[in-house]
């Protein structure tokens, strides 16, 4: 969010020129930004200069991976436990004249049938929830 003033890109980190120019047009503002005409604009920056895009469907992953289970995360990082400081709850009286009362303590639940590819479930379609 602050890439103006965070985005660095260290010398002892070997990256081409074309990756830089590619990351500083994702990052700029949405009016200027890569893409804004279309993803064949992405696809004709020089950083994807000799990618096949035709077939690129047909070639094997660079790194292949196994996945063992839906909830495998072994092809991640282990990253160390860190002490960031956790927000101070805060002790103020909420606004309930701000218009978004009404969403205090709402919680988003994942229901499954909803997020499943294909025809929607019977009881779905008479409203019968």
């Not at 919680?107 to 779905?124: A, C, D, N, V, W």
Request: proline letters at 9%; glycine letters at 6%; hydrophobic letters at 35%.
């Amino acid at each position: 969010m602050n890439w103006k003033e965070t985005l660095v890109f260290p010398p002892e980190v070997p990256i081409s020129e074309k990756a830089k120019d590619l990351i500083l047009r994702f990052c700029i503002d949405s009016e200027n930004r890569i893409g804004n005409s279309g993803v064949e604009e992405i696809k004709g920056h020089p950083f994807f200069e000799g990618v096949d895009w035709e077939h690129i469907r047909e070639r094997p992953a660079a790194i292949p991976i196994e996945i063992k289970s839906i909830d495998d995360t072994s092809n991640f990082d282990d990253f160390p436990e860190s002490d960031i400081l956790q927000p101070v709850p805060n002790t103020i009286e909420p606004d309930y004249k701000s218009k978004d009362w009404v969403f205090l303590n709402y919680t988003y639940k994942r229901f499954e049938g909803l997020t499943q590819r294909g025809s929607i479930p019977t009881y779905m379609k008479a409203g019968k929830l």
